[in-house]
């Protein structure tokens, strides 16, 4: 039978029945059609851990006129998740170096504080009310945006993440983000400050600074990509606590599983269905099935993450969970350079809320809950909530 991708899973699954099913009948490698493009699905967590680890995968194979697109913003060849080998691993550096461990660390009570201001306010969308707004004031504030520009920012970051838009779209949306982003650099090289937009514009190497398309490029990625994931997993995360009230619960009677919780949510949330897509450079095994040199391969994270040979009882919500890493931040080179600062702003939001509001409940059925349809990414409208 042909396998086509993307799925049809509805939006309100926190799985995917037909990457699970696949995985189970047909094997960790299924061959499948993207539009009319032929493409490898790897479904098992081994299959996918290979393809994000191994060299002879290539994001800037797959970044090359006619290869695989899952989302048109994500093939712009600039962009560190489009780079390989020595270029990836020198601008990964930079960009970095501008977005350590230790600037987000620092971050933490300006978090905290930010979420107490806004459960002040009582949200009874938990969407508009805590989910948009926190991680948008976050990466404003990282990058030295003001905060005042985060209803165009969030036009333009809605546009990029659309799943279908023209080349001509794309272009537009590119050039107002990118527009905007270059006025903000003209602005620090003049007076600049310790955020990462100045410490980008001045982080430089042997081989100099990032190229002014390099560093556009590179920034409309962090300011995008960097909190729109971030608020559609505080959405998936809630909402999965939601539909498991013991397991709520536990979360309640035991704040310190937090960390755990928060890894086993992105497990189990089905945030998107695959990773970026990947192009072979020679010939290549992959989990037993052998592909040639040039094939497109999807990593499908939302069956690995449910794989039964690396997580026992996969479909069950466990918040104590612990063993392999799940793959909803990527593995590997490639593995999310925002991860920190997503399971921080994770971690403070969701213990905030149920620490306030510990007889949390949904406000309207379920069936009531609608998803933003023009994304790929799992991504609530609204979550209105009552205690
Ligand atoms: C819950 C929130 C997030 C999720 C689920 C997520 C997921 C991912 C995944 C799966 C990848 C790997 C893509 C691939 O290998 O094909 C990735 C890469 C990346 N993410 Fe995130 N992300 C999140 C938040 C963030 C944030 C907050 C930032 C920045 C502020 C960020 C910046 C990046 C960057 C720059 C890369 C590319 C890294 C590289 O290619 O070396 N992400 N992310």
Redesign the pocket.
Known sequence: MSVTFPFTTPRSLDHEPEAQELLLRRGPVVSATMGPIPIWLALSYAACRQV?TDPRFS?EEATRPGGPVTVPSGANPLV??SMEGRK?ART?KL?ASA?SPRMVALLEPRIQSIVDSLLDAQPTDLVAGLFVPL?TMV?CE?LGAPYSDAPDIRRWTGRLMTARLTPDELREAENDMQGYLADLVEEKRVRPDDQLITALVLAHDEGGHLTSSELLANLQ??LA???D??VN?LGNSLLTLLRHPAEMQRLIDSPALIDTAVDEL?RFSR??AA??PRVTTEAVELDGVQLAKGDAVL?I?SAANRDPKVFPDPDRLDLGRDGAAPL???FG???????Q??KLE?RIALSSVLKRFPGLRLAVDESELTYRMETNVRALVSLPVAW
Do not use: D, E, K
């Not at 080179?333 to 991860?339: D, K, V």
């Open positions: 994000l994001r560190l998740s990836h990964r960009v977005f991680p990466i990282l990625m962090l990509a960097g909190h994931t971030t997993q992105l945030l998107m990773t970026l990593p994270i909803a931040m990527g080179p490639h593995y999310c350079l925002g991860a600062l997503a994770l």
